[in-house]
Nanobody, 115 residues
Framework: QVQLVESGGGLVQAGDSLRVSCAIS????????LDWFRQPPGKAREFVAR????????YYSDSVKGRFTISKENAENTMYLQMNGLKPEDTAVYYC????????WGQGIQVTVSS
């Protein structure tokens, strides 16, 4: 089992920056890569970014490329999503996940961007 706990969400204005975190615990030896997903209000959950367990190979959706940065702090078993230049359309519940298809999910954290 892998446990994932998100933190750091909140309400910001358009153009602001915010960093969300994902604390990872449990059977981390089974993890190959980690993902961020998000679910905007009234819409389906969508992929945001991916990083390998060793911190290599970040990959982003087109909608966030150039604005968001995924990273991992190995010593702390924590993954981050640094979000810059936030837009109202980035408003969503953000989830960290691992496995493919995603098997383990965090509880989600709300990010709201006002215009």
């Amino acid at each position: 089992q892998v446990q994932l706990v998100e933190s750091g969400g909140g309400l910001v204005q358009a153009g602001d920056s915010l960093r969300v975190s994902c604390a990872i615990s449990g059977r981390t030896s089974s993890i190959v890569f980690l993902d961020w997903f998000r679910q905007p209000p009234g819409k389906a959950r969508e992929f945001v970014a991916r990083i390998r367990w060793n911190g290599a190979g970040p990959y982003y959706s087109d909608s966030v490329k150039g604005r968001f940065t995924i990273s991992k702090e190995n010593a702390e078993n924590t993954m981050y999503l640094q979000m810059n230049g936030l837009k109202p359309e980035d408003t969503a519940v953000y989830y960290c996940a691992t496995g493919w298809p995603p098997q383990y999910w965090g509880q989600g954290i709300q990010v709201t961007v006002s215009s």
